[in-house]
Protein backbone atom coordinates (compact mmCIF):
# COMPACT_ATOMS: atom_id res chain seq x y z
CA UNK A 1 0.00 0.00 0.00
CA UNK A 2 1.00 3.29 -0.62
CA UNK A 3 3.21 5.63 2.16
CA UNK A 4 1.24 8.19 3.63
CA UNK A 5 2.39 11.75 3.47
CA UNK A 6 2.41 13.52 7.29
CA UNK A 7 2.26 17.05 7.68
CA UNK A 8 5.21 18.87 8.98
CA UNK A 9 5.44 19.98 12.83
CA UNK A 10 5.23 23.01 11.75
CA UNK A 11 4.75 25.46 8.56
CA UNK A 12 7.41 27.98 9.54
CA UNK A 13 10.15 25.52 8.71
CA UNK A 14 12.20 24.85 5.25
CA UNK A 15 11.05 22.02 3.40
CA UNK A 16 14.92 20.18 3.24
CA UNK A 17 13.48 17.26 1.14
CA UNK A 18 10.64 16.20 -1.10
CA UNK A 19 10.11 12.79 -2.66
CA UNK A 20 6.86 12.35 -4.58
CA UNK A 21 5.76 9.47 -6.49
CA UNK A 22 8.28 6.58 -5.27
CA UNK A 23 7.25 2.97 -5.96
CA UNK A 24 9.54 -0.15 -6.22
CA UNK A 25 8.68 -3.19 -7.04
CA UNK A 26 11.57 -6.33 -6.55
CA UNK A 27 11.63 -9.43 -8.60
CA UNK A 28 7.85 -9.27 -9.18
CA UNK A 29 6.79 -7.85 -5.94
CA UNK A 30 5.60 -4.77 -4.90
CA UNK A 31 7.74 -3.32 -1.87
CA UNK A 32 5.70 0.33 -1.77
CA UNK A 33 3.93 2.78 -4.42
CA UNK A 34 3.40 6.13 -4.71
CA UNK A 35 5.51 7.40 -2.20
CA UNK A 36 4.90 11.15 -0.96
CA UNK A 37 6.96 12.63 1.89
CA UNK A 38 8.47 15.84 3.25
CA UNK A 39 10.83 16.72 5.40
CA UNK A 40 11.37 19.78 7.40
CA UNK A 41 14.13 21.15 9.29
CA UNK A 42 14.01 19.99 12.68
CA UNK A 43 11.80 16.91 12.22
CA UNK A 44 12.20 13.65 13.26
CA UNK A 45 10.53 10.77 11.17
CA UNK A 46 10.17 7.26 11.59
CA UNK A 47 9.83 4.65 8.68
CA UNK A 48 7.58 1.81 9.65
CA UNK A 49 6.75 -1.55 7.92
CA UNK A 50 6.69 -5.00 8.32
CA UNK A 51 10.17 -7.36 7.57
CA UNK A 52 10.46 -7.41 4.41
CA UNK A 53 8.76 -4.20 3.58
CA UNK A 54 11.27 -1.92 2.01
CA UNK A 55 12.82 -0.07 4.76
CA UNK A 56 16.27 -0.12 4.13
CA UNK A 57 15.67 -0.01 0.16
CA UNK A 58 13.44 3.41 0.79
CA UNK A 59 16.69 5.24 3.21
CA UNK A 60 19.31 4.03 0.39
CA UNK A 61 17.01 5.27 -2.44
CA UNK A 62 16.23 9.05 -0.67
CA UNK A 63 20.15 8.75 -0.20
CA UNK A 64 20.96 8.53 -3.84
CA UNK A 65 22.69 4.91 -2.98
CA UNK A 66 20.03 3.24 -5.24
CA UNK A 67 17.94 3.78 -8.56
CA UNK A 68 14.63 5.14 -8.37
CA UNK A 69 11.97 3.05 -10.39
CA UNK A 70 9.73 6.04 -10.66
CA UNK A 71 9.24 9.28 -8.66
CA UNK A 72 11.64 11.99 -7.96
CA UNK A 73 13.34 13.45 -4.58
CA UNK A 74 14.34 16.84 -4.57
CA UNK A 75 16.47 18.44 -1.81
CA UNK A 76 15.82 22.13 -1.09
CA UNK A 77 13.79 21.98 -4.23
CA UNK A 78 16.73 20.47 -6.79
CA UNK A 79 15.93 17.13 -8.25
CA UNK A 80 18.44 14.52 -7.61
CA UNK A 81 19.25 14.37 -11.00
CA UNK A 82 20.50 18.20 -10.87
CA UNK A 83 22.81 17.38 -8.30
CA UNK A 84 26.20 16.11 -8.13
CA UNK A 85 25.77 12.82 -6.84
CA UNK A 86 28.69 13.08 -3.91
CA UNK A 87 27.27 16.10 -3.06
CA UNK A 88 23.75 14.89 -2.59
CA UNK A 89 25.08 11.87 -0.18
CA UNK A 90 27.07 14.25 1.86
CA UNK A 91 23.74 16.41 2.45
CA UNK A 92 21.94 12.98 2.87
CA UNK A 93 23.60 10.70 4.73
CA UNK A 94 22.77 7.17 5.12
CA UNK A 95 23.41 4.86 8.59
CA UNK A 96 23.11 1.25 7.86
CA UNK A 97 22.77 -0.94 10.26
CA UNK A 98 26.18 -3.27 9.28
CA UNK A 99 28.67 -0.43 8.82
CA UNK A 100 31.63 -1.26 6.36
CA UNK A 101 35.01 0.44 7.84
CA UNK A 102 38.18 0.62 6.06
CA UNK A 103 40.82 -1.06 8.10
CA UNK A 104 43.13 0.69 10.54
CA UNK A 105 42.43 2.92 13.41
CA UNK A 106 38.72 4.01 14.46
CA UNK A 107 40.26 7.64 14.13
CA UNK A 108 41.79 6.65 10.35
CA UNK A 109 38.29 5.18 9.43
CA UNK A 110 36.49 8.97 10.96
CA UNK A 111 38.83 10.50 9.10
CA UNK A 112 38.64 8.77 5.52
CA UNK A 113 35.42 11.14 4.45
CA UNK A 114 37.05 14.45 4.75
CA UNK A 115 40.03 12.83 2.04
CA UNK A 116 36.61 13.16 -0.47
CA UNK A 117 36.93 16.04 -2.94
CA UNK A 118 33.09 17.03 -1.99
CA UNK A 119 34.84 17.46 1.54
CA UNK A 120 37.64 19.70 0.37
CA UNK A 121 38.05 22.47 2.76
CA UNK A 122 36.87 20.72 5.79
CA UNK A 123 39.20 18.75 7.97
CA UNK A 124 38.39 15.88 10.86
CA UNK A 125 38.56 16.79 14.28
CA UNK A 126 39.47 14.21 16.65
CA UNK A 127 38.58 16.93 19.77
CA UNK A 128 34.47 17.15 17.85
CA UNK A 129 35.06 13.12 17.78
CA UNK A 130 36.00 12.73 21.24
CA UNK A 131 33.75 15.16 22.76
CA UNK A 132 30.89 13.15 20.17
CA UNK A 133 32.35 9.44 22.05
CA UNK A 134 32.09 11.32 25.90
CA UNK A 135 28.82 12.11 25.61
CA UNK A 136 28.03 8.41 24.98
CA UNK A 137 30.21 7.45 27.58
CA UNK A 138 32.89 6.01 25.69
CA UNK A 139 36.97 6.69 26.46
CA UNK A 140 39.02 9.11 23.56
CA UNK A 141 41.26 6.38 23.52
CA UNK A 142 38.40 4.44 21.14
CA UNK A 143 39.95 6.39 18.42
CA UNK A 144 42.99 4.42 18.50
CA UNK A 145 41.54 1.13 18.21
CA UNK A 146 41.95 -1.22 15.41
CA UNK A 147 38.93 -1.59 12.99
CA UNK A 148 39.41 -5.44 12.62
CA UNK A 149 38.70 -5.15 16.33
CA UNK A 150 35.26 -4.11 16.88
CA UNK A 151 32.00 -5.74 17.67
CA UNK A 152 29.08 -5.29 15.79
CA UNK A 153 28.23 -2.32 18.19
CA UNK A 154 30.96 -0.81 18.26
CA UNK A 155 31.27 -0.95 14.57
CA UNK A 156 27.72 0.83 14.62
CA UNK A 157 28.63 3.66 17.16
CA UNK A 158 31.61 4.27 14.13
CA UNK A 159 28.98 4.55 11.61
CA UNK A 160 27.21 7.29 13.92
CA UNK A 161 29.93 9.77 14.68
CA UNK A 162 30.97 8.76 11.09
CA UNK A 163 28.23 10.48 9.82
CA UNK A 164 27.48 13.22 12.58
CA UNK A 165 30.92 14.52 11.90
CA UNK A 166 29.87 15.35 7.95
CA UNK A 167 27.78 17.56 9.49
CA UNK A 168 24.65 16.42 7.34
CA UNK A 169 21.43 18.43 6.63
CA UNK A 170 19.59 14.46 6.49
CA UNK A 171 20.72 11.61 8.51
CA UNK A 172 19.22 8.30 7.37
CA UNK A 173 19.63 6.48 10.67
CA UNK A 174 18.17 2.04 9.80
CA UNK A 175 18.56 0.46 13.16
CA UNK A 176 21.83 2.17 13.81
CA UNK A 177 21.47 1.00 17.55
CA UNK A 178 20.61 -2.59 16.64
CA UNK A 179 23.46 -4.39 18.34
CA UNK A 180 23.76 -2.05 21.48
CA UNK A 181 22.83 -2.63 24.76
CA UNK A 182 20.14 -0.38 25.84
CA UNK A 183 22.27 2.27 27.60
CA UNK A 184 24.59 2.44 24.91
CA UNK A 185 21.73 2.68 22.54
CA UNK A 186 19.85 5.39 25.02
CA UNK A 187 23.24 7.34 24.91
CA UNK A 188 23.43 7.21 21.01
CA UNK A 189 19.66 8.63 20.91
CA UNK A 190 20.57 11.33 23.37
CA UNK A 191 23.80 12.20 21.32
CA UNK A 192 21.91 12.20 18.07
CA UNK A 193 19.06 14.55 18.93
CA UNK A 194 21.92 16.46 20.50
CA UNK A 195 23.70 16.52 16.97
CA UNK A 196 20.34 17.42 15.52
CA UNK A 197 19.24 20.65 17.69
CA UNK A 198 22.88 21.91 17.93
CA UNK A 199 22.13 23.76 14.50
CA UNK A 200 19.39 24.68 12.60
CA UNK A 201 18.23 23.27 8.98
CA UNK A 202 18.85 19.73 10.34
CA UNK A 203 16.30 16.07 10.32
CA UNK A 204 16.64 12.74 11.06
CA UNK A 205 14.97 9.41 10.03
CA UNK A 206 14.98 6.60 11.60
CA UNK A 207 14.12 2.52 11.42
CA UNK A 208 13.88 0.36 13.94
CA UNK A 209 12.27 -3.29 15.16
CA UNK A 210 11.80 -1.72 18.66
CA UNK A 211 8.52 0.37 18.70
CA UNK A 212 10.04 2.05 22.17
CA UNK A 213 12.50 3.52 20.63
CA UNK A 214 10.57 5.12 17.31
CA UNK A 215 8.51 6.75 20.03
CA UNK A 216 11.64 8.39 21.98
CA UNK A 217 13.23 8.99 18.87
CA UNK A 218 10.40 10.34 16.43
CA UNK A 219 7.37 12.97 15.98
CA UNK A 220 6.28 11.83 12.67
CA UNK A 221 5.61 8.58 11.15
CA UNK A 222 5.73 7.30 7.34
CA UNK A 223 4.45 3.69 7.08
CA UNK A 224 4.82 1.76 4.02
CA UNK A 225 4.68 -1.42 2.40
CA UNK A 226 2.85 -4.68 2.88
CA UNK A 227 3.96 -7.92 4.46
CA UNK A 228 5.70 -10.05 2.22
Known sequence: ???????????????????????????????????????????????????????????????????????????????????????????VVYVPQRPALPEGSVQAALAAPFGFRVHRGRAFSPETAGGYLSQIGMAADFLRQDVATLSGGEAQVVAVLRALLIQPSILLLDEPTASLDPTRAANVEALVHHWQTAASGRACVWTSHDPAQLTRVSDLRLPIGSPP
Open 1 to 91: MPGRLQHSMSDSQPILLTAQGLSCAVSGRQLWRAIRLEIGAGERWAVTGPSGSGKTVFLRTLAGLMPRQTGEICLRGRPFDQVWAPAWRAQ
